[in-house]
């Protein structure tokens, strides 16, 4: 019995009428996200930066093969939302990891481009961070990590489909 367990059993007493069933799923996902992103913070803050900073970095990494990308690009294919996109870049610019040039022929075009630096920090982290993903799953099979992998994309899409406020504010990953 877990922590989930002992929460959906007082409800049990304290509500019996109310079915608190899919907090043995939310409240399960909502913990292990928990252990996952104090996980990963750990990595980021060793090279002073944010999940969301390594996301675009990561993203300019995996855009073969010029590692660069429109800003609108940017915004599209990261989990960063188009107004907090600026801030980032502009951060990771001071910091020498990427830079921004203007389209010659249209000058509302932006691209935001990995430095050489912004491409070793982001390849270093990626090895680490990918590793740390790899042993927080070392009690589950192959197997499990592909069930699971399958019943959580279902989830997502499950979620998505409920209206409402919020229903549609996450980018897709």
């Known amino acids: 019995m877990d922590g989930v367990d002992v929460i959906v059993s007082h409800w049990a007493v304290a509500r019996p009428e109310l079915d608190v069933s899919g907090l043995k799923v939310f409240g399960r996902l909502h913990r292990s996200f928990l252990v ?23 993203c300019l990494r995996r855009a073969v093969p010029d590692h660069r ?11 960063v939302t188009t107004g907090g996109l600026s801030l980032r870049v502009k951060r990771l610019e001071d910091a020498g990891l990427v830079t921004r040039t203007r389209d010659a022929g249209d000058a509302r075009v932006v691209y935001v481009e990995l430095t050489p630096s ?56």
């Not at 990963?40 to 970095?57: M, N, P």
């Not at 940017?74 to 989990?79: D, G, I, P, R």
Request: a negative charge.
């Open 36 to 58: 996952y992103k104090n996980r990963i913070a750990e990595t980021f803050d060793k090279y002073d930066l944010t999940d969301s900073g390594f996301d675009v970095l990561a």
């Open 69 to 79: 990308l429109t800003a609108g690009e940017l915004a599209e294919q990261t989990l």
């Open 118 to 173: 912004g491409s070793a920090l982001v390849d270093t982290i990626a090895d680490e961070h990918f590793k740390k993903l790899t042993v927080m799953l070392g009690d589950m099979s192959e197997d499990d990590v592909q069930t699971l992998s399958t019943l959580l994309a279902r989830l997502e899409k499950s979620a998505r489909g409920v209206d409402g406020p919020g229903a549609a504010s996450i980018t897709s990953a």
